[in-house]
């Protein structure tokens, strides 16, 4: 999971920048490197493998700067090699980057047109080169970098530092999340505040699309080329990582952190469009003998299984069943051979999926019946990936909030990443498939940070909501699981009673509930079924229904009497569910809070179900 950290100092900032991404080490990464502006010099050190071995090597070395940039990289494009490792130099130019430059490819190209030379297989390297050349028309970093930023594609935090720029740190926040740690006489950045507690307790939180310019004494910052004011907040001393930061809600932090988290997801799958040769290898043996796959899970979890089995039976022909843990573990349900069983679950330890999970390795094991199980999880330590032959981890970090969000969309991702595997080794998908999905993939973080703001849109029809007591979730297909998501979100949290329906059933009951006082959210990304969706509005409407409709932005769909549409940026049909959760999530954040519920910690619900 890569990281960022940074500063600008009087003093030497080398050590600093170490113990910050030791304290980031927990996420995850392949490779850490540093870059220090000393006398007119870029100095730099970079390695494969932990933090340790960087600090041993800039000990060596013995570099020091009051000006530095240090990152810790989890290999997205290109393999984890010293020379894909950040910080990336063009001449006096040094970078770091999180996230993804989605068109580095046509820049790349462009670029190398101009004789720039590559030394990396990296998304990053572009940026540097970018700087490089619109600082030949123009003598100003910061003017340069802005210069370049609209050119950068997708979702991103960039720190930069340049020779002739001694006192200047730039840094760039578009869809990754970066924060300020202010100093006295010096000033520092990072992508988690946790690496800058050693230095500081006061910070600034950059939004998406914000600029900024730190020296040794000021702080700048922009929001689409104008000068604007930040708030500076303080930290009790006692905080841990576990902090809202400048959120109100754990919740709402952590709808927020989705798209670095799906990154983070990707990254230990993916090398550009293709998949890693080590992901899941020692799967590859049990991939090639299974016949069917069968998920268990419990709640949100189980919903995310849903929609992968849509995913199993029609990208890559396998058969799958989904069933929720609390019935599967007392119904005996017949061990089938060369089965995949597949517990997802975000904490890992929820007791209904654990009993599921041993009583089928048990009967298996007693009935010399060959299974082969995996566990999809969040917390890498946990007893259910202790106990499965495999585990595909869900890279969101620690999720608080008592409502799964971020847990459950990277849920969704490792499921695509495993039917891509799975496909992959049974040859059940063809490269140009996968190669088209993993694209689609690495575009998801840009559309979800997209569909993240038209918060305040959500936010306005949340308001139509606070005096409900019933609510209809539709849609169909994948999107049928997230009805069930957007009705548990929202029940969970606001307390309003509400249903998630197949749109294909409304005729088979549900209809019968709505009136004038009935919401009736639509879930309408472009698809086959978008005609049929359709006409249950129709149907919904002629009833006095009043529509809440999250409609692709090409669908047609517009706002009229008593229809209500938000417009979702148009993603590939297979990863749309994963979108479409955005809008029902933060739906149900805003009722719950404008009826002044618990939000992070609703009534009787507690975060991991370890007992039945
Ligand atoms: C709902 C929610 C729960 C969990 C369920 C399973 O927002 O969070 O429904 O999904 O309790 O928990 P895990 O995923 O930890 O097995």
Redesign the pocket.
């Known amino acids: 999971m890569c990281g960022i950290v940074g500063g600008v100092a009087e003093r030497s900032i080398t050590n600093i920048l170490i113990e910050g991404l030791k304290r980031l080490e927990y996420r995850g990464y392949d490779s850490a490197g540093l870059a220090l502006v000393s006398e007119g010099q870029l100095l730099r050190e970079r390695r494969v493998g932990k933090v340790i071995n960087l600090d041993t090597a800039v000990e060596q070395s013995d570099i020091h700067g009051s000006l530095g940039i240090a990152h810790t990289r989890w290999a997205t494009h290109g393999k984890p090699t010293e020379n894909n490792a950040h910080p990336h130099v063009s001449g006096k130019i040094a970078v770091v980057h999180n996230g993804i430059i989605e068109n580095y490819q046509v820049l790349k190209q462009k670029l190398q047109d101009l004789g720039y030379v590559f030394s990396s297989e990296t998304d990053t390297e572009v940026v540097a080169h970018l700087i490089a050349d619109a600082l030949k028309e123009n003598n100003n970093l910061f003017a340069a970098v802005e210069k370049i930023v609209p050119q950068l594609e997708g979702a991103y935090a960039l720190g930069i530092v340049h020779t002739d720029y001694p006192d200047e740190l730039i840094v760039v926040r578009e869809g990754s999340p970066l924060v300020i740690g202010v100093g006295i006489g010096e000033n520092f950045i990072s992508s988690d505040q946790l690496a800058l507690l050693p230095v500081t307790n006061r910070f600034i939180y950059l939004e998406e699309g914000d600029m900024a310019r730190l020296t040794r004494d000021s702080i700048e910052i922009f929001a689409h080329g104008q000068a604007i004011e930040r708030p500076v907040k303080e930290l009790d001393a006692t905080v841990s990582h576990a902090s809202k930061g400048e959120y109100k809600h754990f919740m709402l932090k952590e709808i927020y952190e989705q798209p670095e988290a799906i990154q983070q997801t990707l990254s230990q799958a993916l090398n550009g469009n293709t998949l890693r040769d080590d992901f899941l290898k020692d799967a590859e043996a049990d991939f090639s003998q299974i016949k069917q796959v069968q998920i268990i899970?419990?709640?949100?979890?189980?919903?995310a299984g849903m929609i992968a089995k849509y995913w199993f039976e029609q990208l890559i022909g396998l058969p799958c069943q989904v069933e929720i843990?609390s019935e599967y573990r007392y119904r005996s349900p017949v061990i089938v051979a060369d089965t995949l069983y597949v517990?997802?679950?975000?904490?890992?330890?929820?007791a209904?999926?654990l009993a599921a999970l041993r009583d089928t390795q048990k009967r298996a094991a007693a009935n010399n019946i060959n299974i082969a199980t995996l566990t999809i999880?969040?917390?890498a330590t946990s007893s259910?990936v202790r106990e499965t032959n495999h585990h595909l981890l869900t890279l969101a970090g620690p999720?608080i909030?008592?409502?799964?969000?971020k847990?459950?969309t990277t849920?969704l991702t490792a499921f695509m990443l495993l039917v891509l595997k799975v496909g992959q080794t049974k040859q059940q998908i063809s490269a140009a498939q996968l190669g088209e999905i993993a694209a689609t993939l690495w575009h998801l973080p840009s559309v979800i940070l997209k569909t993240l703001q038209f918060n305040n849109a959500i936010l306005n029809l949340s308001e139509l909501f606070v005096e409900k007591n019933h609510c209809l979730f539709l849609g169909r297909g994948t999107q049928f699981p997230i009805a069930l998501?957007g009705a548990?979100?929202l029940k969970?949290?606001s307390y309003i009673h509400a249903e998630g329906y197949a749109a294909g059933e409304l005729k088979h009951g549900p209809l019968a509930l709505v009136d004038n006082e009935m919401p009736v959210v639509i879930l309408a990304p472009m698809d086959d079924m978008l005609d049929k969706l359709k006409s249950n509005m129709e149907e919904v409407q002629a009833r006095g229904g009043e529509l809440f409709v999250f409609a692709d932005e090409n669908s047609e769909i517009n706002s009229k009497d008593r229809q209500h549409v938000v417009q979702i940026p148009t993603i590939s049909t297979w990863l749309a569910p994963i979108v479409y959760s955005i809008p029902v999530q933060l739906l149900s954040y805003h009722v719950a809070v404008l009826r002044g519920t618990d939000v992070d910690q609703p009534r009787n619900?507690?975060?991991?179900?370890t007992v039945e």
């Not at 619900?605 to 179900?609: E, G, R």
């Open positions: 899970a419990c709640g949100t979890s189980y919903h843990a517990c997802v679950s975000q904490s890992g330890e929820t209904d999926t999880c969040n917390v259910m999720e909030g008592v409502a799964s969000t847990a459950f849920q998501e548990l979100k969970e949290i619900l507690a975060k991991s179900v």
